[in-house]
C-alpha cells in the first residue's frame, strides 16, 4: 500500500515536552498553595495515564473539579510561556524528516491527547504543515482508546493503511494499532525501555530516519 500520509503525536514526539509539562505541574501546585510533589519517577508513572487532568485525578482522587480546572489552566499558561521562551524545541531529525515529507507532498497529521493551546504554542507557524489537527478536546476518550487516530483518518479521507504513526509511548502505539495504523517509535526520555509491542520499530530518536526509511516499515 502507498503510504500517503504521516501522523505525529505531539508530547514527546514532536518535542522532548514531558519535562517542561512536569516543572509547569510543580510551579502551577505551589501557586495554588499545594505541597504536591511529582519527582521524575512518579511523574514516568503519571504518564501512563493520558491527560494532564486525568493525571492529577490519578495523583490525588479526592481533588475537586474546581481545583484540577484551575491546576490544569495555570500549568498550562506556565508551560506557554516557557515554549514561547525557546525552552522547548523539536526533536533530532523530525523538522528534516517533516520538510521531506512536505517536499514529496505526503499529507501531514497530528494525533494527540494534549490541549490545543500545547499544540500551537508548540508549533506556532508550523501548525499549517499540519492539514488535520486532532487534539485533546476532539476525543473525550484518551488514548490508548484509537479514538483521536479514528477521527483523524476520517478527517483526512483515508484508510489506516494509507497512513503511518509516529509516537513514543506504549499508550500511543496501543491507540494507532488499535485504529489499524502501522506505528514506528522515536522513544522519548520518560519512555525508554518500555512495552511497544506492536511498533513496527523503535528508534532512539528520527535523527538518522529518513522517509525512504518509514517507506520501507510501512506495511
Not at 117 to 138: M, P, S
Request: aromatic share 8%; with cysteine.
Amino acid at each position: 500500500m502507498t503510504l500517503s500520509a504521516l501522523i505525529f503525536d505531539v508530547d514527546g514526539t514532536l518535542a522532548e515536552t514531558e519535562e517542561a509539562h512536569r516543572h509547569a505541574f510543580i510551579l502551577a501546585f505551589g501557586q495554588l498553595g499545594l505541597n504536591w510533589s511529582w519527582p521524575p519517577a512518579l511523574y514516568r508513572k503519571l504518564l501512563k495515564i493520558s491527560g494532564g487532568r486525568e493525571r492529577i485525578l490519578a495523583f490525588n482522587p479526592d481533588a475537586s473539579p474546581e481545583l484540577v480546572a484551575a491546576l490544569h489552566r495555570r500549568k498550562t499558561e506556565i508551560y506557554t510561556d516557557m515554549v514561547a521562551s525557546g525552552r522547548v524545541t523539536f526533536r533530532p531529525g523530525v523538522e528534516a524528516l517533516i520538510t521531506e515529507a512536505r517536499a514529496e507532498n505526503l499529507r501531514l497529521a497530528i494525533a494527540t491527547t494534549s490541549s490545543r493551546a500545547n499544540v500551537e504554542t508548540l508549533l506556532g507557524h508550523r501548525l499549517k504543515w499540519f492539514e488535520v489537527v486532532a487534539c485533546g478536546e476532539d476525543a473525550s476518550r484518551k488514548k490508548p482508546d484509537p479514538q483521536v487516530y479514528s477521527l483523524v483518518l476520517t478527517k483526512l479521507g483515508l484508510s489506516a493503511a494509507d497512513c503511518l504513526a509516529l509516537e513514543d509511548s506504549s499508550n500511543g502505539v496501543r491507540a494507532a494499532c488499535a485504529a489499524g495504523i502501522g506505528v514506528v517509535v522515536s522513544e522519548s526520555m520518560y519512555t525508554t525501555g518500555d512495552d511497544f509491542s506492536g511498533a513496527l520499530a523503535v528508534f532512539p530518536d528520527f535523527a538518522h530516519v529518513g522517509l525512504e526509511r518509514l517507506r520501507q516499515l510501512h506495511p
